[in-house]
T-cell receptor, first 115, second 114 residues
Framework: AQSVAQPEDQVNVAEGNPLTVKCTYSVSGNPYLFWYVQYPNRGLQFLLKYITGDNLVKGSYGFEAEFNKSQTSFHLKKPSALVSDSALYFCAVRDPYNQGGKLIFGQGTELSVKP | DAGVTQSPTHLIKTRGQQVTLRCSPKSGHDTVSWYQQALGQGPQFIFQ???????QRGNFPDRFSGHQFPNYSSELNVNALLLGDSALYLC?????????????FGPGTRLTVL
């Protein structure tokens, strides 16, 4: 069965330091991978996606993610964290060959950036 | 562009009642998906509508049903509400067939069942 795991419930980072939010997936074939961010009492905002091509993808607000097929991972990164990056981050996967448009989400990682 | 809109913002119901949530997709999008996000969890796929038909369904009981209108807007209906149905319900829209595209999410409807 397709699944997504975010092994850390919470990540704490000091402002200005690099951040990493981890994501691993289990999907047969070649998945489409997405990162979304959710601020309190808000819907999900799209950050970036990996479909094919370069393993390092760049997205909104200075975020980037690295696709690693051998490790089935898609970690979200940012070189220098901002306090305003504090939010809930979700990794999601789509298996276009078996699951159509359905997005499967991880349980989320709460990012806290302290001044 | 108004993006994806949902109504109402908040809703309080009691067990056994029925509820209808509404969604208008982003301009140019013809496919609507519904997700349930329980507190502290990631969104769970309920179903997807395209051309006024349910195209794909997640692991939710028949108490959850939906509808899509000719203008692509959609409704989510939940019958015989249970306490466990309390959650944030998210609507997402996308162009059909373009699976490489991200889904755009609305702000959600917070449903509380007492």
């Amino acid at each position: 069965a397709q699944s997504v795991a975010q092994p850390e419930d919470q990540v704490n980072v000091a402002e200005g330091n690099p951040l990493t939010v981890k994501c691993t997936y289990s999907v047969s074939g070649n998945p489409y991978l997405f990162w979304y961010v959710q601020y309190p009492n808000r819907g999900l905002q799209f950050l970036l996606k990996y479909i094919t091509g370069d393993n390092l993808v760049k997205g909104s607000y200075g975020f980037e993610a690295e696709f690693n097929k051998s490790q089935t991972s898609f970690h979200l990164k940012k070189p220098s964290a901002l306090v305003s990056d504090s939010a809930l981050y979700f990794c999601a996967v789509r298996d276009p060959y078996n699951q159509g448009g359905k997005l499967i989400f991880g349980q989320g990682t709460e990012l806290s950036v302290k001044p | 562009d108004a993006g994806v809109t949902q109504s109402p913002t908040h809703l309080i119901k009691t067990r056994g009642q029925q509820v209808t949530l509404r969604c208008s997709p982003k301009s140019g999008h013809d496919t609507v998906s519904w997700y349930q996000q329980a507190l502290g969890q990631g969104p769970q796929f309920i179903f997807q509508y395209y051309e006024e038909e349910e195209r794909q369904r997640g692991n939710f009981p028949d108490r959850f049903s939906g509808h899509q209108f000719p203008n692509y807007s959609s409704e989510l209906n939940v019958n015989a509400l249970l306490l466990g149905d309390s959650a944030l319900y998210l609507c997402a829209s996308s162009p059909m067939g373009q699976l490489r595209n991200e889904q755009f999410f609305g702000p959600g409807t917070r449903l509380t069942v007492l």
